[in-house]
């Protein structure tokens, strides 16, 4: 499995962020980061770079409980969802899989938190498509 999940659609930029940030707090997600990177870079370093914006998601309850069962869990969080404008004039949304990034050696109860976060970014990324989501509680990412 990758460590993101991805889509591409022709929509605006600036569409596709407020449609992605819709869908997370649909999943229960709010955003506590955004990150402009187009801006950071033009004004640390000086260069042009295309829309590229990263969002931090996070959903309170499941970080909490991720926490109680492992305080060194918050290097992971918040979850990052990334806006960016292609090449070829389409907004690409990328979501970090919780599921691949984490620790293969977590405990049961983490990697439980770590797949239903998991099933619902990948949802948030799926429904800008259209699509039913490809992952469900029931059928949870291994």
Do not use: W
């Amino acid at each position: 499995m990758a460590y993101h999940y991805s889509t591409q659609l022709k929509e605006p930029f600036n569409e596709v962020v407020t449609r992605i940030t819709d869908n997370l707090k649909k999943q229960g997600f709010g955003i506590i980061t955004s990150i402009d990177m187009k801006a950071t870079l033009k004004e640390k370093l000086n260069v042009e770079f295309s829309d590229y914006k990263i969002l931090g998601a996070c959903n309170p309850q499941f970080a909490h409980k991720a926490l109680g069962i492992e305080p060194q869990i918050g290097v992971m969080l918040p979850c990052n969802v990334v806006v960016r404008r292609k090449e070829n004039g389409q907004t690409e949304v990328s979501a970090v899989n919780p599921m691949e990034t984490m620790d293969k050696s977590l405990s049961p109860e983490l990697k439980e938190v770590a797949r239903e976060v998991s099933n619902r970014l990948r949802t948030a990324v799926d429904e800008l498509q259209g699509e039913k989501p490809t992952v469900t509680e029931k059928s949870a990412v291994r």
